[in-house]
């Protein structure tokens, strides 16, 4: 009897375990179905849990329960590895369409790589060629010839690269070219013909801030007399800015006049700097009065293989590094000023580079 | 018996706290700085010769390497400079994106000197605050022009392509974000006793002072000083915000941050309302000719950038590239004060007055 008993104890027990295989299995596959790793331990916890658990349903469960059970898992069993095959092949399909794709990208980088090969071979040859007719020839005459003939090539080139357009090769085209530039010298004359007249008219229009120039004409007339400006106008391209160009000996009673005068009171230096117009120098002062909340610029002219001018830095400290700046770049040399050095290029840089006729001047090249 | 010698002292120019490449030389007795004399030029690139070769939609992008920690107020300058001239018109909705653009950059810089100020004083982490806002504002122009930094988003009579979907909606959302971060700044730091401590009365100047050396922005209005280019001389569309001159009466260091800090909730009010504001009518140019012309004759125009007053001076003979083209950089002009402030300072005291000046070297040296 006992022998039976443990016979059908040991079999229920394999069963069971049969059965907590599967559902272990069947887990597993739902895990990698999910892409869950982390839960490993998890489920294992709930397989042992399960298996002591059927094994003690087994001991007293009925073989057709038993059966059944066996049955349903194996079916699990089965989808589960079906499953899992299809995985296996979804990915193995990935992985083939990601190589062909690699593949493509090398064809065609290879391609590229052969055009551009060629492309250069072709612009060799020519190269060669063009040297060739250039050089290859007996007699002195004809060299010259060939050089000219070179020249006049390389000027056309010039001139086409300097137009920006198309190579105009034939005569017919060259003519049309022409005829078009004409043209279209015609139409900018009659379009600045245009817009000159609209200037006109709008210059009938008094700018708003003319009244303003005159207060500053009048104020300034009455203290320093008649004879202290250029010219004076109104900028109408820089927001109408009242505009006082000061004569070289005036300037820098100009400005302190600007400053102190108490109509005026410009206390606030916006802007310095130089300007190189190659006819002359010219320093360009945006002034600014807190008090009436109003701007001016102030402009001076100065000589070009001189250029000399007092310093405002005694009016407004804030002219200092500019005039440092415009003697830096320009050369301007701003008289009585505390510091004047080259404040950004160094001192021992030769030359002035913001002037027009700036030649860089470089022991190592 | 004690003798004390004067000694000379290098402070940069490859130091952190210089904000770049900026030198000084300073001569200490004892602890006190004596004189102090700053060498710039270390970053000087020429910009403006350079750009006596190029045409003006060419220049735009050296202006992004000047202030580079703002560089939309740059690139608006060239661009607001040549529109003056040619008498341009911009559609309204270029006009809102350039305002969203240079107020999302003025936040930005603001941010950058927030953190690299407290950490030149010694508090790390509300940098890292800083920069974490920061980064979602460079996103956002990064979205919007392509670039983290440099933008090179503006063009002569526009912008160079129109706002990304949805961007004006992200736009909308960070404003009440960056409003909490800011709270959150304030909590941090404005109530803290050691900064206060540092900032307070240090690197004082007078109204007089100010407006002697040439200063701007918020080194302006630190002494109390109501003038703001964006209120007082609106350009763009400012005219239609509502938005407040943020002044300080102290002139020291502390004004200078109360004033910084404030301008951001500024910028953000100028932002709340101009993403309610703008047409979505998607018109981001005017009509240009394909080749920029400035006509023949000079101009300058000053805008308000986030380091003060930044100018742009157009000398044209009606071609193509510009016959001279100048910057008035505001660092550069803000930076002049330094000496003096330095005289007779503690060495302690040395970066805290440097750090709340607030220059980008870029700017400087030009």
């Known amino acids: 009897m006992s022998d039976e008993k443990d016979l059908e104890k040991k079999k229920a027990a394999a069963a069971a375990k049969a059965k907590a295989e599967a559902l272990r299995k069947k887990k597993e596959d739902e895990k990698a179905a999910k892409g869950e790793e982390d839960t490993t331990a998890e489920d294992k916890e709930k397989v042992s849990h399960t298996l002591g658990k059927d094994s003690k349903e087994m001991d007293n469960s009925d073989t057709d329960e038993d059966l059944a059970k066996k049955k349903a898992a194996a079916a699990a069993k089965a989808k589960a590895a079906a499953l899992a095959k299809q995985k296996r092949k979804q990915a193995e399909a990935a992985n083939t369409e990601g190589e062909p794709s690699d593949n493509e990208d090398e064809l065609a980088k290879k391609k590229a790589a052969a055009a551009a090969k060629a492309k250069a071979a072709a612009l060799a040859k020519q190269k060669r060629k063009q040297e060739e007719s250039g050089s290859d020839d007996s007699s002195d005459d004809e060299k010259a010839k060939a050089a000219a ?126 300007t190189d117009f190659e006819t002359h120098m010219e320093v360009y002062l945006h002034l600014f009065s807190f008090r009436n909340k109003q701007s001016v610029a102030l402009k001076v002219k100065i000589d070009r293989d001189q250029p000399e001018i007092e310093s405002v830095t005694g009016l407004w400290k804030g002219a200092n590094w500019p005039e440092c700046e415009a003697y830096d770049l320009f050369g301007i040399k701003f008289l009585n000023h505390p510091d004047l050095k080259r404040i950004l290029l160094g001192e021992d840089w030769i030359g002035y580079p913001m002037r027009k006729d700036y030649e860089p001047h470089d022991v190592e090249v | 018996m004690i003798r004390t010698e004067e000694m000379m002292l290098n402070v940069g120019p490859q130091h952190p706290s210089t904000h770049g490449v900026f030198r000084l030389v300073i001569k200490v007795d004892g602890e006190i700085i004596k004189e102090a004399t700053p060498v710039i030029g270390y970053l000087h690139r020429g910009t403006e010769k350079l750009a006596e070769d190029l045409q003006y939609t060419q220049i735009i992008p050296y202006t992004d390497r000047m202030d580079y920690l703002s560089a939309m107020t740059n690139n608006y300058v060239i661009c607001h400079a040549v529109e003056t001239m040619m008498g341009l018109e911009l559609p309204d909705h270029a006009e809102y994106l350039r305002v969203l653009a240079m107020e999302l950059g003025r936040v930005a810089s603001h941010l950058v000197w927030f953190g690299t100020y407290l950490l030149d004083i010694g508090a790390v982490s509300p940098f890292l605050y800083a920069f974490r806002e920061r980064e979602a504002i460079i996103n956002l122009l990064n979205e919007l022009s392509g670039g983290r930094l440099t933008f090179n988003y503006m063009r002569v009579g526009g912008v160079k392509w129109d706002a990304p979907e949805g961007w004006i909606d992200k736009v909308r959302d960070f404003v009440p974000y960056m409003r909490e971060q800011l709270a959150g700044y304030h909590d941090l730091v404005t109530g803290n006793e050691i900064f206060l401590n540092r900032v307070k009365g240090v690197g004082r100047y007078t109204k007089e002072d100010a407006l002697q050396y040439s200063l701007s922005g918020a080194n302006l209005r630190c002494t109390g000083v109501d003038w703001d280019l964006r209120k007082h001389e609106p350009y763009s569309i400012y005219d239609r915000f509502d938005f407040d001159v943020i002044t300080r009466d102290g002139g020291d260091a502390w004004a200078r941050y109360q004033c910084r800090l404030a301008e951001i909730e500024e910028s953000l009010k100028i932002i709340e309302q101009a993403v309610e504001q703008i047409p979505d009518d998607g018109k981001f140019m005017a009509k240009v000719p394909r080749i920029i012309k400035a006509p023949k004759g000079e101009a300058f125009v000053r805008i308000e950038s986030p380091r003060g007053e930044i100018g742009c001076y157009i000398a044209s003979e009606g071609k193509k590239e510009p016959y001279r083209i100048k910057f008035r950089r505001p660092s550069f002009y803000n930076l002049q004060i330094l000496p003096k402030l330095l005289e007779g300072e503690n060495m302690a005291n040395l970066i805290t007055i440097l750090g709340g000046v607030d220059i980008v070297l870029g700017e400087v040296d030009g």
């Open chain 1, 149 to 274: 003939k070179a020249k006049a090539a390389a000027d056309a080139r010039k001139k086409r690269e300097a137009s920006g357009g198309e190579s105009p090769e034939d005569d017919e085209k060259a003519k049309a070219v022409a005829a078009a530039k004409a043209k279209a010298a015609a139409a900018r004359a009659k379009k600045k013909a245009d817009t000159d007249k609209k200037e006109e008219t709008e210059e009938e229009k008094p700018s708003p801030n003319q009244p303003l120039l005159d207060k500053y004409m009048k104020v300034i007339k009455e203290h320093l007399g008649e004879d202290v400006f250029e010219e004076t106008y109104i900028n109408r391209l820089s927001k109408h800015v009242p505009t006082l160009v000061a004569k070289r000996d005036t300037y820098h009673k100009i400005a302190e006049f600007l400053k102190f005068n108490e109509q005026l009171g410009f206390d606030y230096l916006s802007e310095l700097h130089g």
